[in-house]
């Protein structure tokens, strides 16, 4: 079973100064629309070259505009042995800061 967060809850934890680890799985051009700040992109199509970037000791929360690529995501990094939860709604459903 995916591990799935609210994009409330991971506000909450960002404005409590916790350490969040976002990678924010859009393509290029529309993270330049805007993004949470410090998430790490890597576009969908590149999640799996670009493994070694990623700790396994990490938690990360993956992100997409609606929901599905971050599922997909999920999916991949979970087989990959990396921790995981998914942010439901993604960017559509965010209505924290940008950077």
Do not use: H
Not at 47 to 66: G, H
């Amino acid at each position: 079973m995916r591990k799935q967060i609210s994009p409330e809850e991971i506000a909450n934890r960002l404005q409590n100064g916790e350490e969040v680890f976002i990678i924010d799985v859009r393509e290029t051009g529309e993270v330049s629309g805007g993004k949470i700040p410090g998430a790490k992109n890597i576009p969908l199509g590149q999640i799996a070259l670009r493994k070694s970037e990623l700790e396994k000791e990490k938690n990360y929360v993956v992100v997409c505009q609606s929901g599905n690529r971050s599922k997909a995501a999920c999916g991949i990094l979970g087989a990959l042995g990396f921790k995981v939860e998914d942010m439901i709604g993604g960017m559509n459903d965010w209505k924290g800061k940008l950077e």
